[in-house]
């Protein structure tokens, strides 16, 4: 509901008219009900005044924009949240997709495509799905189905994808049907044959949902996570176990792929702290002299090494046989999490290891530097680190209506943190936990497959035991005995921490369970420590990461409302990019047709049928060789980010946004659904390799190459 601005009188403060000649706007997918209301859009039309004078170029330093009203047909709605109706979600409602927009920012480019009169294509979320399903008809009727009749109501051009043939009038989808659902199919009739019941809003089977069903129906469950009917996941599996095998055999200081950390380009020399200017500077041992502070920038790691990284590659790089783009560590840029400009992720670098520092100790390397001399990106990096993500969810179990899903993985802030890393917590005196699971708990599981929430309440638990650098007090053990030598590289599960000094169990050995928020960062070995801060203390970054989640809890605006967390689905979700390693990732990602790989699936299994192998699109006649020509071969680019470390674009996760008790968005309106035949002929039907040598280069234009036009090639007989 639009109300008029309280500051209008305020010579700052301009309401913006907007132009309501042209809107696609549809009130008919407004959704009604008890639950339903209508919000002030005051601050709504105040974040998008903003956005689009900063599009424009128009704003001025010092005024306040307000828009009049929202476009005809758009409305902001609210809902109380599920897990705690006190707080009541908000979502602009009206795009004839039949879905809404869940902030300002996924709004504005559909927005500004209405201001300009849509004289180009909308490139907002919702219009680049409801183009994909308008191009993805289907091109024939499945084997075993009735020849529609006649007298059907034809489709109406635009309506939302679910919405009944003729039902002009009605008020939308109802929730919890699922997307897609043809129109006027009666009850109990599949989709399509051979198709699960429960799947989640791409299409694939919802193992999620289907334990819980399975948990409702037996009393008590307990299974492994196997998502067999999932690309992602089927792609993700051997590349993403053999990376957290080499995590065990990894030290804690080398940074991990997703993680976000300091770097710089390069330095000659090495950082030593100047007690002139109170700040970490670059010193030169041949001269004597400080050179100034490196140009700190915050960044995600996005490849490591394929050659070993050793110690002293922290301070100073040693020989390597490979170049620097096998050698280094592949950092780009942070981009802005809160805005749709991502350009920062094209300003990367392959840097060796003493170019980068743990993103946890920034005050250490920052002090001394003025914040308006700071790259943005830090700022941009301090915003997520109150946010964390699950990585590889393997275990289901639970006794109803209670649940628990256990997982191999865990970002938090800056850091990935696995089974059987040595973490700090804080205690008044830093205690270290070894991990040794990782949990999401399910507190009253909803039975409805409909229902866009698995539980009523979630929470995240990390478990292990306990350990301390000081003697514990404990009423049934007067005397404690610390560990012997062998027993600390046992737990710790590597050399070296016995420099830390004497280790004690603390609650005589049992196993500990905290929440995210108690944990600081990973324990670092005693060498690394003294390489990177020139002391033991293991606790200098301790202040600095509770000040960037009270940051980050002010920042991000994605933070529900009385929550000091944000919870993603996955991590790239949580950093808000929409590329790494100069690939699209997750939803944005151009080869990701979910139909295509499910029926490749289908073939590869010995399950498909004549629909299947049409969905596939296999290119190629029988009796010719064929050339992998889809984008079924694409999926390694994806799979390869995912399998990582990242957990990729993971469509079953259980939650999206919020923390403890919140899972607003758990199974959004996010599928990227592609399909389409791609044009092939014979000329494209056979494969030829040939060596790099034999690869023409250049063009008519270019000078010194040996590209020809073919006119003028040589005749071979």
Known sequence: ??????????????????????????????PTGPGFGLPDDHTYR?????????????AEAGMKYVLDTLPEGYALIDRPRGTNPDIRDRFLYGHPYGSYFYSTIQFFP????????????????????????????????????PTPKSTESPKPVGRPPGRPAGSRKSVGRPPGRPVGRPPGRPP???VHSGEPGIVDKEGTPDVFKMAVAELRKRGSLSTAIKETASMDWRAERPRLDEYLEKLDMQPAYLPRVGELVLW?????????????????????????????????????????????????????????????????????TFPDPLSMDKSYSLHYRYVPLKCIKPFNAYEVFLQGIPRPQLHPSIEYALTIMSSFSLLDKYHFQGTWPNASISCRGIFIGAELLAIGDAVRLRTPPVDIMVIDKI????????????SPQLAEQYKVRISGKVYAKHAPKSRHDIHP????????????????????????????????????????????????????????????????????????????????????????????????????NGEDVGHYSETRDVKMWRANLKIIDGDANPVDMRMAKIPGDPGRPSKPKS???????????????????????????????????????????????????????????????????????????????????????
């Open 439 to 450: 949990t999401l708990h399910l507190t009253n599981c909803i039975e409805d497959p409909t």
């Open 110 to 145: 559909h927005f500004y495509y209405l201001m300009t009169g849509g004289a180009g294509p909308c490139e907002c979320l919702l219009c680049e799905k409801m183009a994909k399903r308008d191009q993805s008809e289907p091109m024939g009727r499945p084997m075993g189905t």
């Open 481 to 580: 005995q610390p560990l012997n030598p062998d027993q600390v590289a046992d737990v710790f599960q590597t050399l070296g921490m016995t420099d830390h000094g004497s280790w004690y169990r603390v609650h005589e050995g049992k196993t500990i369970t905290v929440s995210q928020d108690m944990i600081i960062g990973r324990c670092y070995e005693p060498d690394a420590l003294q390489l990177l801060f020139g002391t033991l203390d293991c606790t200098l970054d301790a202040a600095g990461v509770s000040k960037a989640r009270a940051y980050s809890q002010r920042a991000d605006h994605r933070i529900a409302e009385g929550k000091t967390w944000f919870w993603g689905d996955f991590r790239t979700q949580t950093l808000a990019i929409d590329s790494l």
């Open 46 to 58: 105040e974040k998008l005044a903003s956005l689009w004078l900063q599009k424009t170029g128009a």
């Open 188 to 190: 109990g009739r599949p």
């Open 264 to 332: 710089t380009t390069g330095f000659e020399g090495e950082l030593a702290w100047n007690p002139a200017t109170k700040s970490i500077q670059i010193y030169s041992p041949t001269d004597g002299r400080y050179n100034g502070t490196p140009e700190w920038r915050a960044g995600v790691v996005g490849q490591v090494p394929e050659e070993e990284v050793m110690l002293q590659d922290l301070v100073e790089t040693a020989p390597k046989s490979s170049g620097i783009n096998y050698s280094g560590f592949r950092v780009e």
């Open 1 to 30: 509901m639009s109300t008029s601005p309280g500051s209008g009188d305020d010579e700052n403060f301009m309401v913006i008219p907007i132009d309501q000649t042209f809107s696609d706007g549809d009130q008919n997918t407004w």
């Open 631 to 717: 984008s079924f071969a694409e999926v390694g680019k994806l799979s390869k980010l995912v399998s990582t470390g990242l957990g990729g674009t993971d469509v079953s996760n259980t939650v999206s946004e919020a923390e403890e008790g919140s899972g607003q968005g758990m199974y959004g309106e996010d599928e990227r659904e592609s399909e389409g035949d791609e044009e092939m002929n014979e000329q494209d039907e056979e494969e030829f390799v040939a060596r790099l040598d034999q690869l023409r280069g250049g063009t008519e234009e270019s000078e010194g190459g040996d590209w020809v036009p073919e006119s003028k090639r040589p005749k071979h007989v």
